[in-house]
Nanobody, 115 residues
Framework: QVQLVESGGGLVQPGGSLRLSCAAS????????MGWYRQAPGKQRELVAS???????NYADSVKGRFTISRDNAKNTVSLQMNSLKPEDTAVYYC?????????WGQGTQVIVSS
C-alpha cells in the first residue's frame, strides 16, 4: 500500500523556522500533485501549499511570502520550508499526494509556534 511519512514538526518560537518533509512510498506510478494541508483545533482543514509535477505552486494567502513548497519528482518527496512562523501557524500539518485514481494522506505532524 501507499504510505506517506511526514517529518520535521516540532516546537518553535515566533519568528523561527521549520522544514517539513514528506516521503511517499509504494505503488505510485504517476503523481499529479503534492501538497500540505493543516488543521488547527476547532477549524477546518485548509490547503497551505501545493505543487504540480511541472513545478507550478499555490499558497494560502496567510502563508504567502513566508512558506516555500518544493518537490523531488524522482524521489516522490515534497517539502515545506516555513519561515517567520507565527502562533497562528500552530496546527497539525498533513502531507497529501494526488494520483490518477485517488488521493493519499499522511498521518500528520504537529507544529507548535509559541514562546
Amino acid at each position: 500500500q501507499v504510505q506517506l511519512v511526514e517529518s520535521g514538526g516540532g516546537l518553535v518560537q515566533p519568528g523561527g523556522s521549520l522544514r517539513l518533509s514528506c516521503a511517499a512510498s509504494g505503488s505510485i506510478f504517476s503523481i499529479y500533485a503534492m501538497g500540505w494541508y493543516r488543521q488547527a483545533p476547532g477549524k477546518q482543514r485548509e490547503l497551505v501549499a501545493s505543487i504540480i509535477r511541472g513545478g507550478d505552486t499555490n499558497y494560502a494567502d496567510s502563508v504567502k511570502g513566508r512558506f516555500t513548497i518544493s518537490r523531488d519528482n524522482a524521489k516522490n518527496t515534497v517539502s515545506l520550508q516555513m519561515n517567520s512562523l507565527k502562533p497562528e501557524d500552530t496546527a497539525v500539518y498533513y502531507c497529501n499526494v494526488q494520483g490518477p485514481i485517488r488521493a493519499y494522506w499522511g498521518q500528520g505532524t504537529q507544529v507548535i509556534v509559541s514562546s
